[in-house]
């Protein structure tokens, strides 16, 4: 983030707007306080006031206008409300009969007013604010009640000050989650540029560094940052494997390609030997061909380029065609193959693709199994999964400490036997692809191949 130019900024930007509308929320709070406290004051004094008039005027009516003089006077002495409470009563004639406030302390106009209304009274020679409520009784007589508004007003600016002070503490607070927000986006935003500059920088080794304990988002969005880097590293040096296994193992047929034409370049030979090592040298070339062949569709499924959409696909079905489809050529091999079937163990994937799988798991069983030897298949569900098994009881199984080595590319425990040792590679690539594993056993004697896929819910 540029100390420059901090507004161009994204996570300060972000974080004043956030301030700003916790101090505009905290404001209107603030503002809707005081209107409700204000407005409750003075519709409990004028709920008062009415009370007062109303037992004045019945006094007045039933005792008459003395009796509700004492009662004027004794509210003036009862020292409830004395600094503030404002009454007037006069005769039917205008005259002066009881009270604290003058004959001329009102206004005309608030003297017109039906209800009880703010407005100016003169008390002891000075104006000042009230709530005055101007009541006619039957005989002509005036009754006023009011209450003086200077302690109200003081309550009121208590409040104000309080909701000054209050939105003051919100700004500070606003202030401070802002900068707090800024500082954790920042150092999170600038760890991820810092590593994003050194990668591209070649130092492919660099990782964000991850607070272990801290647990928000942004701790996981480092971890997953970190996890995906790992996953890169992984890949790129995977693929400086294969580039070196590639330079390695083809190698040696392309210097006996070049070799045999370059012999029969060179000889004397007739038209009969020519044409033998052209032919040998097109079987190489088709030879070639199959290992790039499938070391492009390992590629592929191993990057996902060729995925077609998923289908649900039943384990059972896949394994009954791929061993009805090598029966003919495991008895030529001398070998019993036997499916055993089981459940439908449905999975969701590529029917061609895991038929293809099975289609190499079952090949190597009978090419390394040997004459003589058994071949198994059959499918199961266990623990949420789906698997399909292959099972032989040759006595050429690899020794246990070989079995972590089989799957990888240009791998062959036998190089007397033809092939090129990816075959196994292809299906780990498959299984990967569609979210399993391919799992080796060694059974002792013979191999266990099982292919696990995620059992399918239908939901998908």
């Known amino acids: ?57 019945t006094q007045y009516a039933q005792e ?51 209800a009880a209304s ?24 005036l009754l006023v009640l009011g209450y003086d508004l200077r302690e109200l007003s003081g309550v009121e600016s208590m ?32 760890a991820l540029h810092r590593t994003i500059t050194r990668i591209a920088g070649g130092q492919l080794h660099e990782r964000v560094p ?50 045999r034409l370059q012999a029969a370049h060179d000889g004397a030979g007739g038209a009969a030997e ?8 097109l079987h190489d070339i088709d030879d070639l061909g199959r290992v790039l062949d499938k070391l492009l569709s390992i590629a592929q499924a191993e990057s996902g380029t060729r995925r077609a959409p998923f289908a649900p696909v039943a384990w059972c079905d896949v394994a009954a065609e791929v061993a009805e489809l090598y029966e003919d050529l495991a008895e030529h091999e001398g070998v019993a193959l036997a499916w055993e079937g089981g459940p439908a163990a449905p999975v969701l994937g590529d029917r061609a693709l895991l038929a293809g799988a099975l289609v190499n ?48 590319r240009f791998v062959r425990l036998r190089p007397d036997l033809p092939g090129h040792g990816l075959g196994l590679a292809s299906v780990q690539a498959v299984m990967r692809l569609h979210g399993g594993e391919m799992r080796l056993e060694s059974v002792a004697p013979g191999l266990r191949v099982v292919l696990r896929l995620p059992l399918h819910d239908g939901r998908a």
């Open 274 to 281: 020519l044409r033998a090592a052209l032919g040998s040298a």
């Open 361 to 408: 798991v079952v090949d190597n069983a009978i090419k390394y199994a040997g004459r003589g030897a058994r071949v198994r298949m059959w499918t199961r569900e266990c623990a949420g999964g789906s698997e399909a098994v292959v099972e032989d009881d040759g006595p050429a199984a690899p020794p246990p400490e070989a079995l972590d080595t089989l799957g990888r």
């Open 1 to 57: 983030m540029s100390a420059g130019r901090p507004w161009q900024s994204a996570g300060l930007r972000l974080a004043a707007l956030s301030g700003f509308l916790v101090l505009v929320a905290m404001l209107a709070a603030l503002a809707l306080v005081y209107m409700q406290v204000s407005a409750l004051l003075h519709a409990s004094m004028a709920r008062q006031l009415a009370q007062a008039q109303q037992r004045l005027a």
């Open 64 to 114: 008459g206008p003395e009796a509700a003089a004492l009662a004027i006077a004794g509210m003036l002495r009862d020292g409830r409300d004395t600094d503030t409470e404002l009454v007037l009563l006069t005769t039917p004639q205008g005259a002066f009969l009881a009270g604290n406030l003058g004959i001329d302390a009102l206004p005309d106009a608030l003297l017109r007013q039906p």
């Open 118 to 141: 703010p407005g100016r009274v003169v008390l002891e020679g000075s104006g000042i604010a009230a709530q005055v409520a101007v009541h006619r009784l039957p005989d002509g007589a």
């Open 210 to 259: 991850v607070q272990a304990q801290a647990g928000d988002e942004f701790a996981r969005i480092e971890q997953d940052f970190n996890h995906m880097l790992d996953r890169i590293g992984q890949l790129m040096a995977g693929v400086r494997h294969v580039s070196d296994d590639i330079a390695h193992n083809l190698r040696t047929p392309l210097t006996r390609l070049r070799l």
């Open 159 to 190: 409040v104000a000050s309080a909701s000054v002070v209050a939105g003051l503490f919100a700004l500070a607070l606003a202030l401070a989650s802002a900068w707090f927000f800024r500082r954790e986006l920042g150092r999170s935003v600038d």
